[in-house]
């Protein structure tokens, strides 16, 4: 069928009977083809997984997407394309999910700041035959290494471990602190030293602070 508009996408699924259960249906996959993607070529930390367990979850985010969707339908102001919109919320579910089950297994020790930068939504496709453009992904790529390199050389390794526990990991601060035996104020000091540090490395690279708190807090 012809893609649906923004207008359509809402009509349909506020609707009743087949009509909604359509709708649902063709949403929840293209939601699940967009994340299976995602956490198929853009998380290396899932890179040991198999295909059928990477569907599984691409499947299980897919639906809970699919319900914050639905519960939000009222917030859309239509700014953008529906699907692009809801594939947002898709990787926003994704992001916390996973960082739910590594926060399980956490070490200070082992953060890197790979895996919670916010997606692309070309990952996120919005048709199925879209796939990111290579200009896309160099551009990420890029961005990335200013970022990995600003982390190596503008922070120290204690400003570095609370940066990352804090703002990628979304750590809470609390167990941060104890984590790093120090109390909730210092440990604010040293995240606005380690965040001005930060902000006067990347103006240097040309990449303003807006664009470096939206690559780490986005989700």
């Known amino acids: ?20 259960a359509e709708a649902l249906s063709d949403l929840r996959e293209r939601l699940e083809r967009g994340l299976f993607y995602y956490l198929s070529h853009d998380r290396s930390d899932l890179s040991d997984r198999s295909s059928e367990e990477i569907q599984q979850m691409a499947q299980d985010f897919a639906q809970d997407a699919l319900l914050k969707v639905i519960d939000n339908l009222d917030t859309f102001r239509g700014e953008s394309m529906f699907v ?33 930068v916010m997606p692309s939504i070309t990952s996120l496709a919005i048709s199925p035959e879209d796939s990111p453009q290579p200009e896309d992904v160099t551009e990420r790529a890029d961005v990335l290494s200013q970022i990995d390199d600003a982390l190596e050389h503008a922070l120290t390794d204690r400003q570095r ?38 902000k006067h490395y990347m103006e240097d690279q040309g990449l303003t602070l807006d664009y470096i708190i939206d690559l780490f807090e986005s989700g």
């Open 1 to 20: 069928m012809p893609e649906r508009t923004n207008e359509q996408w809402l009509a349909d699924l506020r609707s009743e009977g087949s009509t909604r």
């Open 84 to 116: 692009t919109w809801a594939s947002k919320i898709a990787a926003r579910v994704a992001i916390s999910e996973l960082r739910r089950a590594r926060y399980r297994d956490y070490s200070l020790d082992y953060l890197t700041a790979e895996g919670e």
């Open 161 to 198: 471990s609370a940066l990352m526990a804090v703002a990628v990991e979304g750590i809470p601060i609390e167990e941060v602190a104890e984590r790093m035996n120090t109390n909730r104020n210092a440990l604010y000091k040293l995240l606005h030293d380690a965040r001005m540090k930060l």
